[in-house]
């Protein structure tokens, strides 16, 4: 059964970097899935960030797509978000999930991480 | 990009009617389209998938239907641990969320 587990720093000041890793268990991240990221604010709803493939392929929001990069490390079974110049408005709980279909680019997520909260303050 | 409008933003039912929720996408997704179920402090769980099809585990109750730009999500009988909040999402153009319905308890 496939796993998803978030982790990495829990609070970021302003103008810095998120940065967290999903690590996959269960599952070859090379296996031809696309895996995502999604956030959430607390009392909010869901925001897609991006997606990226064993291929390099990343697909990300175009609203984020100037801050945001994806990538692999193969070696270790797990993928992680940068996400640049943050703000209060990047506080969020932060999920990481599967696409649902092998080889679908877009499409429903499952599974998905537990998530972590992730609060943008000095 | 595909803006998809959820309603009503909260439905109060009492265990045992009938859930009705809505999600209206701005252009056609075809039946490119998700319902998820989130309960407090989880993460969202697949409920329907391409419109129409059940995720394995999700109990016959929850039925999903339309095309196009209209989809339902249909709960026949709401059980307890039904009373939660429902999100759709659509991955014909991209990739967006609706804002959510939530079914609360009468």
């Known amino acids: 059964q496939v796993q998803l587990q978030e982790s990495g720093p829990r609070l970021v000041k302003p103008s810095e970097t998120l940065s967290l890793k999903c690590s996959v268990s269960g599952d070859s991240i090379i296996g031809g899935y696309y895996w995502g990221w999604i956030r959430q604010p607390p009392g909010k709803g869901l925001e897609w960030i991006g997606n990226i493939h064993q291929s390099g392929n990343t697909d990300y929001n175009p609203s984020l797509k100037s801050r945001v990069t994806i990538s692999f490390d193969m070696s270790k079974n797990h993928y992680s978000l940068n996400l640049s110049s943050v703000t209060a408005a990047d506080t969020a709980f932060y999920y990481c999930a599967r696409v649902f279909r092998r080889g679908y680019r877009f499409g429903s997520f499952d599974p998905w991480g537990q998530g972590t909260l992730v609060t943008v303050s000095s | 990009e595909v803006v998809l409008t959820q309603s009503p933003a909260t439905l109060s039912l009492s265990p045992g009617e009938r859930a009705t929720l809505s999600c209206r996408a701005s252009?056609?997704?075809?039946?490119?389209l998700t319902w998820y179920q989130q309960k407090p402090g989880q993460a969202p769980r697949l409920l329907i998938y391409?419109?129409?099809n059940r995720a394995t585990g999700i109990p016959a109750r929850f039925t999903g239907s339309g095309s196009g730009t209209d989809f339902t999500l249909t709960i026949s009988s709401l059980e307890p641990e039904d009373f939660a909040l429902y999100y759709c999402?659509?991955?014909?153009?991209?990739?967006?969320f609706g804002g959510g319905s939530r079914v609360e308890i009468k």
């Open positions: 391409s419109a129409s």
């Open positions: 252009q056609s997704v075809t039946n490119y």
């Open positions: 999402q659509q991955h014909s153009n991209g990739l967006t």
